[in-house]
């Protein structure tokens, strides 16, 4: 993967560029890893407290609907993204390919939780999917907190959900990756991606306005 070009390349219509395709790609195919969640299930709310707690069924629920409001969030801020209109080039593309995937991780969820899965809240995103500066800049927030709450729920998690969620974080990663490349940051910052405990993430998602968690 060619993380090099200049940024007047990245912010034009690169979809012949020989790189940006092999990335579409590889991204296009890594949604179908998230198949595996048909078999598990992640709950986000201030009093999601399970650091400590013994792995089980009961808490996998609690924490796969934490993860559902996440792909909510994300779904609904790349779809509107694309109908603003706002976006060229590869922005555009990133927007579109994963709010795709988006979509995907919040059908695969819904699946495993069945009637436990936590309803769709209403969202407001003022400017952030008004302009391509925002637009970035959000996203960049948006796909690294996602990889942080799943790995911060990796230890709280039985053996098998553990390993549908495994499928769906090493997607937010490549996302994450890509959309810092567009937004003029390291796309690997680090060797290792640290967690971030439930409480972290929703103040996250508070901080941003657009949504409320209770």
């Given at each position: 993967?060619v993380?090099?070009?200049g940024?007047?390349?990245r912010?034009?219509?690169?979809?012949?560029?020989?790189a940006?395709?092999t990335?579409?790609?590889?991204?296009?195919?890594?949604?179908?890893?998230?198949?595996?969640?048909?078999?598990?299930?992640?709950?986000?709310?201030?009093?999601?407290r399970?650091?400590?707690?013994?792995?089980?069924?009961a808490?996998?629920?609690?924490i796969?609907?934490f993860?559902?409001?996440l792909?909510?969030?994300?779904?609904?801020?790349?779809?509107?993204?694309?109908?603003?209109?706002a976006?060229?080039?590869?922005?555009?593309?990133?927007?579109?390919?994963?709010?795709?995937?988006?979509?995907?991780?919040?059908?695969?969820?819904?699946?495993?939780?069945?009637?436990?899965?936590?309803?769709r809240?209403?969202f407001?995103?003022?400017?952030?999917?008004?302009?391509e500066?925002?637009?970035?800049?959000?996203?960049?927030?948006?796909?690294?907190?996602?990889?942080?709450?799943?790995?911060?729920?990796?230890?709280?998690?039985?053996?098998?959900?553990?390993?549908?969620?495994?499928?769906?974080?090493?997607?937010?990663?490549?996302?994450?990756?890509?959309?810092?490349d567009?937004?003029?940051?390291?796309?690997?910052?680090?060797?290792?991606?640290p967690?971030?405990?439930?409480?972290?993430?929703?103040?996250?998602?508070?901080?941003?306005?657009?949504?409320?968690?209770?």
């Amino acid at each position: 993967m060619v993380w090099s070009r200049g940024r007047s390349e990245r912010f034009g219509d690169s979809r012949d560029d020989p790189a940006t395709s092999t990335r579409r790609q590889l991204l296009g195919r890594s949604v179908v890893a998230g198949a595996a969640l048909a078999g598990g299930g992640i709950v986000l709310g201030p009093r999601a407290r399970w650091a400590g707690a013994a792995p089980s069924r009961a808490q996998d629920v609690k924490i796969f609907n934490f993860a559902l409001l996440l792909e909510y969030l994300q779904a609904a801020f790349y779809g509107e993204a694309v109908r603003q209109g706002a976006l060229r080039g590869e922005p555009r593309e990133f927007a579109e390919v994963v709010a795709s995937h988006e979509r995907a991780h919040v059908t695969y969820l819904r699946k495993a939780l069945g009637g436990r899965a936590r309803a769709r809240p209403a969202f407001s995103f003022g400017d952030a999917t008004r302009s391509e500066r925002r637009f970035l800049e959000t996203a960049v927030l948006l796909e690294n907190l996602g990889v942080a709450a799943y790995n911060g729920q990796a230890a709280n998690l039985t053996t098998k959900a553990l390993a549908a969620a495994a499928a769906i974080v090493s997607v937010e990663g490549r996302h994450a990756a890509w959309v810092s490349d567009l937004a003029g940051k390291e796309p690997a910052p680090r060797a290792a991606d640290p967690g971030a405990s439930a409480a972290d993430v929703v103040r996250s998602i508070r901080r941003t306005g657009f949504v409320g968690v209770s």
